[in-house]
T-cell receptor, first 116, second 114 residues
């Protein structure tokens, strides 16, 4: 079974500074990888996804993520954060098992705080 | 499209009471699921459905029942509420069971059991 680790529970970044949120996964084959964002009091929204091909993927709201197979990582980055980026961020790994399981596993989330 | 809708947004129950959390989607998605979100625990899958008439258990199914009589609706039933079921509940849907499909989430139901 796959698993996801987000090592940082909380991260504080100054507005305008760069951001990197870490995600490590465990899966026996090439996974499908996702980043979701949850604004306060809202549901989750997909930021970006990786299936295959170019290891650097672009998403919405100026976010990007890089898949590194050798490090089993899929870190999320943004060059300059805005106060509106304050939210909870979830990394997820998907595996289409075809055998009846859901196949989508979420990390426990990273809470991003933006300092003025 | 309304996407994934959930009702109610907030609910307070007493221990032992029953209730149904409603979920509907208008995207003709085959796959629907229920998660609960607790502090420090991330999202945990309760039940899921790969199509009308088909449901299966997720990671934390105890105390919850589901049914899927139509493609659009996937209600979650708490038969006898317990304080441990205090949580935020999210319904989600995607085109089919393939996890390469984008998963859409509802706005959530915040449930408190006293």
């Amino acid at each position: 079974a796959q698993s996801v680790t987000q090592p940082d529970i909380h991260i504080t970044v100054s507005e305008g500074a760069s951001l990197e949120l870490r995600c490590n996964y465990s899966y026996g084959a090439t996974p499908y990888l996702f980043w979701y964002v949850q604004s306060p009091g809202q549901g989750l929204q997909l930021l970006l996804k990786y299936f295959s091909g170019d290891t650097l993927v672009q998403g919405i709201k100026g976010f990007e993520a890089e898949f590194k197979r050798s490090q089993s990582s899929f870190n999320l980055r943004k060059p300059s954060v805005h106060w509106s980026d304050a939210a909870e961020y979830f990394c997820a790994v998907g595996a289409y098992s075809g055998g009846g399981a859901d196949g989508l596993t979420f990390g426990k989330g990273t809470h991003l705080i933006i300092q003025p | 499209n309304a996407g994934v809708t959930q009702t109610p947004k907030f609910q307070v129950l007493k221990t032992g009471q029953s209730m149904t959390l409603q979920c509907a989607q208008d995207m003709n998605h085959e796959y629907m699921s229920w998660y609960r979100q607790d502090p420090g625990m991330g999202l945990r899958l309760i039940h899921y459905s790969v199509g009308a008439g088909i449901t299966d258990q997720g990671e934390v199914p105890n105390g919850y029942n589901v049914s899927r009589s139509t493609t659009e609706d996937f209600p979650l039933r708490l038969l006898s509420a317990a304080p441990s079921q205090t949580s935020v509940y999210f319904c989600a849907s995607r085109l089919d069971r393939g996890t390469y499909n984008e998963q859409f989430f509802g706005p959530g139901t915040r449930l408190t059991v006293l």
